[in-house]
Nanobody
Framework: EVQLVESGGGLVQPGGSLRLSCAAS????????MSWVRQAPGKGPEWVSGINSGGGSTYYADSVKGRFTISRDNAKNALYLQMNSLKPEDTAVYYCVRSLRSLGSHSDPADLLLYDYWGQGTQVTVSS
C-alpha cells in the first residue's frame, strides 16, 4: 500500500523557517518524481515544487522561487521542503504527492493530474 506521511508543519512568524518532511512507503521511491502541493483555506490546490527521481532536477512555482528548496534522500525514502522567509500567504495545508511521470520538458509539474497519490497533509500557518 502506497503511503505518504508528511510532518514538520506548525505555526511560524513571518520571515521564519520550517522544514517539511514526507516519509514514503509501499513503493519504489527512488524511481518516482515527487512534488509538494499546497491548499490554502477557500482556495484550490496549488503546485509548489517538484523534483525528479534522482534529485538532480528541481522545479519551483514563481511564488516560492528563491525561498523554498526541495530535496530528497532516496536511501531514506524521504522528501523534504525547506521553507525560508515565510509569508502569511504561504499559510496552507502542504501535501506530498507522487508523480505518474517523470518531471521535465514533457511533463508540466504544475499539472495536478500528474499526481496519483497524496499524503494526508501538514498544516503550515504563518502569522504574527
Amino acid at each position: 500500500e502506497v503511503q505518504l506521511v508528511e510532518s514538520g508543519g506548525g505555526l511560524v512568524q513571518p520571515g521564519g523557517s520550517l522544514r517539511l518532511s514526507c516519509a514514503a512507503s509501499g513503493f519504489t521511491f527512488k524511481i518516482y518524481s515527487m512534488s509538494w502541493v499546497r491548499q490554502a483555506p477557500g482556495k484550490g490546490p496549488e503546485w509548489v515544487s517538484g523534483i525528479n527521481s534522482g534529485g538532480g532536477s528541481t522545479y519551483y512555482a514563481d511564488s516560492v522561487k528563491g525561498r523554498f528548496t526541495i530535496s530528497r534522500d532516496n536511501a531514506k525514502n524521504a522528501l523534504y521542503l525547506q521553507m525560508n522567509s515565510l509569508k502569511p500567504e504561504d499559510t496552507a495545508v502542504y501535501y506530498c504527492v507522487r508523480s505518474l511521470r517523470s518531471l521535465g520538458s514533457h511533463s508540466d509539474p504544475a499539472d495536478l493530474l500528474l499526481y496519483d497519490y497524496w499524503g494526508q497533509g501538514t498544516q503550515v500557518t504563518v502569522s504574527s
